[in-house]
């Protein structure tokens, strides 16, 4: 079992950044791949970016690309979204979610936090 935590969502102006955090916990916490997932009112949940624990290999959606970092502190068992530049279309609840096995945006994950609210003002 994983447990994760998200913290660090809030209301930014467009053009803004915002760093979320998420806090995993359990048991092989580094066995299991950690992606951002955002959902927007209506819209399907999506994948943004993930990243493994050990050798730090990153995907990111095309959306994203130049604008979001992810990143993880080992030591502190965090993942990090940096967000840049962020567009009113970043208006989402972002979920940190981790899997068993492979990093892979194509399959499920298995644990889900509880989300935390992003909102970009035009």
């Known amino acids: 079992q994983v447990q994760l935590a998200e913290s660090g969502g809030g209301l930014v102006q467009t053009g803004g950044s915002l760093r979320l955090s998420c806090l995993a916990s359990g048991q092989s916490v580094s066995r299991h791949p950690v992606g951002w997932f955002r959902q927007a009112p209506g819209k399907e949940r999506e994948f943004v970016a993930g990243?493994?624990?050990?050798?730090?290999?990153?995907i990111y959606t095309d959306s994203v690309k130049g604008r979001f970092t992810i990143s993880r502190d080992n030591a502190k068992h965090t993942v990090y979204l940096q967000m840049n530049s962020l567009k009113p279309e970043d208006t989402a609840v972002y979920y940190c979610a981790a899997r068993v096995g492979a990093l892979d945006s194509s399959y499920e994950f298995d644990y889900w936090g509880q989300g935390t609210q992003v909102t970009v003002s035009s």
């Open positions: 990243i493994t624990w050990i050798s730090a290999y990153t």
